[in-house]
């Protein structure tokens, strides 16, 4: 079976990101393979992890992508300010010419996909565009371990290595089951430490509020951050899109600091965050390129948290446009142009610390994590949708009996999509188009 095939049996989807299904992203010709191993998000440690207990399995994971992508070149990017894991990957890598390392900055944020290819490659990938179209192909550490379980033993995607940090009592580094809850995965590190608190999923710069704890764990979930429900990153998450709105008509200066700072701006992209704001003053239905450049921000949030001096949020107002473009199914297409990289761009890098202390999250950095753990839950909620595209078809029905890595969803005809598997031994108690839920 081709190597794309296997990891489309196993379910193998992105996981560091929006779940784009790996098999459709592998199965292309490309000369050169990135690993992400960045992990640029403060708190966020589950791949720093991986690569130190792991990096054997990573190196052998890039070479199946390379085969599959016929590529030449694989490198995997870590930040320069770990060496003990470089030297890790140097020892599994030796003797392997086409493989390197590429050693990072500590700056923020050097993970995402686009700042990442530059940097290593030189190449900018266009304007609404992906890696594939500078011939690369970019995948997480977590995903490539994956792809490696998929295709030397079969393995389906059934747990995710996460980071469960803040206010814990144990903050640790969890080998989680697909669709367990956040209260269980809380609970394993000792429970929160506040007593009104609420939970960042992801990292504290792109993740996203969740304030229901019986939500279940996700291919794609990297991170459980316990906050104080005041906290400084909680606050700036919840605001309300129309108070947002109000305060930048009032209080944008123009002083173009976001942009100068954009690095999707400074990789040479029409992003100019400062326009946004002038224009939302005339309200954001009108249609101009200012408006559809919405689709080239990455979200990455330094607008907001670190450039504006008056603690406004044009990340926000880009978030809220994506959203009205999705929901009409409004995709533009941007012209191809020549795109050069601004010459500050090297100058303009923020060092991960100082986003660290803007975000009054100094406390929680560096902590000693637990590590070694795994959760053992006796009933497990599955969803269907945990990847990009559409949602998975149940091929199980109430009554079934699953095993580990039982297949029970499967991706619908001539859809993108991933499969989905039971992650504990079981019985189908429960079934709809959402979720399946299976108990012990
Ligand atoms: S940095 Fe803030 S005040 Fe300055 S242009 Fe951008 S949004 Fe307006
Ligand atoms: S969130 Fe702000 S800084 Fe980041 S890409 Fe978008 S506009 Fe640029």
């Known amino acids: 079976m081709k190597i794309s095939e296997i990891i489309k049996e196993c379910g193998v989807v992105g996981a560091g990101g929006a779940g784009f299904p790996t098999h459709v992203k592998i199965n292309a010709k490309v000369d050169t393979v990135i690993v992400n191993g960045a992990e640029c998000e403060p708190l966020l440690a589950s791949d720093k992890y991986l690569m130190e207990t792991e990096s054997d399995k990573i190196v052998r994971g890039l070479e199946y992508i390379m085969e599959a992508c016929g590529a030449k070149k694989g ?16 020892n599994n890598a030796h003797g392997k010419g086409n493989i390197d390392i590429f050693p990072l900055g500590d700056f923020y944020p050097a993970g995402d996909e686009y700042i990442l290819v530059n940097e290593v490659t030189g190449r900018i990938v266009p304007e609404g565009g992906i890696p594939l ?3 690369c192909v970019v995948n997480n550490i977590e995903t490539v371990l994956n792809i490696f379980e998929a295709v030397e033993n079969n393995k389906p995607v059934t747990e995710r290595f996460l980071t469960c940090t803040g206010e814990v009592a144990r903050p640790s580094v969890i080998k989680a089951h697909i669709g367990i ?3 269980e995965v809380i609970e394993m590190c000792g429970g929160a430490t506040v007593r009104d608190f609420v939970v960042i999923i992801g990292g504290p710069l792109m993740g996203t509020v969740e304030t229901d704890l019986e939500s279940p764990v996700t291919k794609t979930m990297s ?11 909680v606050k700036k998450k919840t605001i309300p899109f129309e108070f947002i ?8 200066c123009q002083c173009t600091y976001c942009t100068e700072l954009c690095p999707r701006y400074l990789l040479g992209h029409g992003l100019e965050p400062h326009k946004i704001m002038r224009q939302i003053s005339y309200g954001i239905d009108i249609p101009s390129e200012t408006i559809t450049n919405a689709l080239l921000c990455s979200e990455c949030g330094l607008c907001e948290i670190y450039a504006c001096v008056m603690g406004l949020s044009p990340n926000a107002v880009y978030a809220r446009i994506k959203e009205e473009f999705i929901s009409e199914n409004f995709k533009p297409i941007f012209p191809e142009k020549k795109l050069a990289v601004n010459e500050m761009k090297d100058y303009r890098k923020i060092p991960t610390g100082r986003i660290i202390e803007r975000l009054m999250l100094s406390q929680y950095e560096g902590v000693n994590l637990r590590r070694g753990l795994e959760t053992g839950p006796d009933r497990v909620e599955i969803l ?4 990009t595209g559409e949602p998975s078809a149940p091929v199980v029905k109430v009554g079934d009996r699953t095993i580990k890595g039982s297949l029970i969803a499967d991706i619908p005809d001539e859809t993108l999509g991933a499969k989905v598997h039971s992650s504990i031994e079981g019985r189908v108690v429960f079934v709809d188009e959402e979720r399946i839920i299976i108990e012990k």
């Open 133 to 135: 179209q500078v011939d």
């Open 223 to 233: 991170g459980i951050i316990v906050l104080p429900r005041d906290h400084e990153v």
């Open 245 to 252: 709105v109000k305060q930048s008509k009032a209080a944008c």
């Open 384 to 387: 269907l949708k945990q990847h």
């Open 181 to 183: 809850t956040l209260k």
């Open 75 to 90: 490198f995997i990017a870590l930040k320069e300010k770990y060496p003990f894991l470089i030297q890790g990957v140097l």
